[in-house]
């Protein structure tokens, strides 16, 4: 008769570490919960979160909802003006904004590659919790899967945000209308332009900053002063130009608008120069693009310039009341040699991974 052998596990148990994600730290167990306890619940701490429950159970809101979602695989993580954890708290908030909406609650969701280093994922947590907070806004849910090392670049973030929009606002593209002024919150390009340097290792003369920069208290304003906002559109992937182009191909109205009138500052001017590139198709993380009545453009800027994010803001073109051309659909720029050319979807992607 055999004699009986102590168990002995045949699959050695995942050793824990403080120094580097393991694909453990996503499956569950031990590893998981001291991930979720000691970076994530640490930085977005609040009365939502810390249940750990299944879903979020939140108060009802008063008006519509508007929800939206958006991922981040900005490389590098860091870059001069912001990170992909402040962004991606940014970009959904703006996205809410553009509808009226007064941002409320965000999910967050993390994919992380075997390797990263911890300390790096506690900055861009803290980073991320940071800015939520500085835009009253709380991370109320959330999810982590880790990959294989090479099976992912270090970060992606996919964030979805829900909002209020009063009764009273209607914003979007129904309510274009020729006659209407075209504003620009400010100078355009610097986003895509400081990530772009920072990848790539270039120095520019001037200081490329990203303008990552929440959007939602300025817009508020304007509501609260009955600016009569037909439509916005923040400025990301494929900058101003593309912007436009959805709004015309949406609403089939022509747009026109000036090249002189265009806020670029030289920084961004002189590297776009250098590098080919059009900054009217470069992206912003800051910046919006606002339709309004003739009537309220000189009381929307004077309001606009009493923002730190729109302390630029300029009148930039029109939609024309009677069109100057057979076709329709169109975005035309006004050089400043006095000519007219047309601004139409790029083809491609100038610069991929800025957001």
Do not use: W
Request: charged fraction near 15%; hydrophobic fraction near 40%; charge should be negative.
């Amino acid at each position: 008769m055999s004699q009986n052998k102590p168990f002995e596990p045949q699959c050695p148990l995942p050793l824990a570490s403080d120094e580097t994600i393991r694909l453990a730290h996503g499956g569950g167990g031990r590893l998981m919960q001291q991930l979720i306890q000691d970076v994530f619940l640490e930085a977005f701490s609040n009365s939502y979160l810390k249940t750990l429950q299944d879903s979020a159970v939140l108060p009802a809101q008063d008006g519509r909802l508007a929800m939206t979602t958006d991922s981040y695989v900005v490389q590098p993580l860091f870059f001069p003006g912001g990170d992909i954890g402040s962004l991606a708290v940014h970009g959904t908030i703006n996205d809410l904004a553009m509808m009226g909406a007064r941002p409320r609650y965000l999910s967050a969701g993390f994919i992380l590659e075997e390797g990263l280093p911890i300390a790096t994922l506690k900055l861009v947590v803290s980073s991320m919790a940071k800015a939520a907070q500085e835009c009253g806004v709380h991370i109320v849910c959330g999810d982590t899967k880790v990959v294989d090392r090479g099976k992912g670049d270090q970060i992606f973030i996919n964030t979805t945000g829900l909002g209020a929009i009063p009764q009273t606002v209607d914003i979007g593209p129904h309510r274009l209308t020729p006659g209407d002024r075209i504003i620009v919150s400010g100078d355009l390009g610097a986003h895509g332009m400081a990530v772009l340097s920072q990848r790539e290792g270039l120095e520019f003369s001037g200081n490329l900053l990203s303008d990552s920069a929440p959007l939602h208290n300025v817009i508020a304003d304007l509501l609260n002063h009955n600016i009569a906002i037909h439509c916005l559109r923040d400025l990301t992937r494929g900058g101003l130009a593309s912007a436009l182009n959805e709004l015309a191909t949406a609403t089939q109205l022509t747009m026109t608008i000036e090249e002189a009138a265009i806020p670029i500052s030289e920084p961004v001017r002189g590297a776009c120069e250098i590098l080919g590139l059009d900054p009217l198709y470069v992206a912003n993380e800051g910046r919006f693009v606002m339709f309004t009545s003739p009537d309220n453009v000189d009381t929307a800027l004077s309001l606009l310039h009493q923002h730190s994010v729109s302390r630029e803001a300029v009148e930039i073109g029109e939609i024309p009341s009677i069109s100057t051309t057979t076709h329709q659909a169109l975005v035309t720029l006004q050089t400043r040699y006095g000519t007219h050319r047309i601004l139409d979807l790029l083809s491609g992607e100038q610069l991929p991974r800025i957001c």
